[in-house]
Structures are given as structure tokens and as C-alpha cells.
């Protein structure tokens, strides 16, 4: 459902989308493209919230497919291997945490500043 092309992180697409919404929040889409990135024209409240709801659907896509494919593996390491995932709980976090950092230094996504992620150091202001 990517319209960026293959070798782009989900968080650099994400990224890309992001900030497409932000300039249909503001009317305009994307009307071509430079050197420095997209380039925007003006577009009706319509077409900007066409856009908004494509960028969401594809964003819940990903997310879906990634659960999907988590469950499916879990699956296969249960009923193929007899492995019980539960009993690597410990491993899975430490592996997870070490990801999440090597993927923050590659594939860095530029949350809001308000946003609640639901990380350590988030606020509940």
C-alpha cells in the first residue's frame, strides 16, 4: 500500500505522510516534487481530507500487517516448534529494547512534542 517505492523505513514513510497531513490540514497537497522535497498546491477541504483518511488507512495497514506477522511467528514457534513463547518473555523484552534503540538512531519518526507515546519520560499533563 506504500506509494514511496521499496528500501524507505515505515518510519520514514510515516514521516513523509505526516507531514503531507500537516499541509492538508493547512490546504494544500502535494502538487510535484524538487530537490528539497514535495512540493504543495492549494486543493479543496475535500480532496485534503481524502487524503488525511488515505494517509490514516494506510498507516493502520502497516500496523495491522506487523501485528499479523508477530501472531503468525508466534504461531509457527508454537505449534510447529513447541515453543511457548511466554516462557522467553525476558529474551523478547531485551531483544525488543535493543531494537527499539537501533531503530531510533536509523529510522528515527518525529513524534509531536505532545504526544503521549506511552515511552518512558512521556508526561501526563
Do not use: W
Not at 519518526?109 to 506511552?118: M, V
Request: aromatic share 12%; with cysteine.
Amino acid at each position: 500500500m506504500s506509494e514511496y517505492g521499496s528500501g524507505m523505513s515505515m518510519a520514514e514513510m510515516f514521516n513523509l505522510d505526516k507531514e503531507r497531513i500537516k499541509m492538508a490540514l493547512k490546504g494544500e497537497l502535494v502538487s510535484g516534487e524538487d530537490e528539497s522535497g514535495f512540493t504543495y498546491a492549494p486543493a479543496s477541504k475535500e480532496e485534503c481530507d481524502e487524503y488525511i483518511l488515505k494517509a490514516f488507512d494506510n498507516a493502520v495497514f502497516h500496523c495491522l500487517e506487523c501485528a499479523r506477522s508477530g501472531r503468525a511467528l508466534e504461531k509457527i514457534l508454537n505449534e510447529l516448534c513447541g515453543i511457548k513463547p511466554e516462557n522467553y518473555f525476558y529474551e523478547y523484552m531485551k531483544i525488543t529494547s535493543e531494537l527499539e534503540r537501533e531503530d531510533a538512531e536509523k529510522y528515527e519518526f518525529y513524534f509531536e512534542e505532545e504526544l503521549e507515546t506511552g515511552e518512558e519520560g512521556d508526561s501526563d499533563d
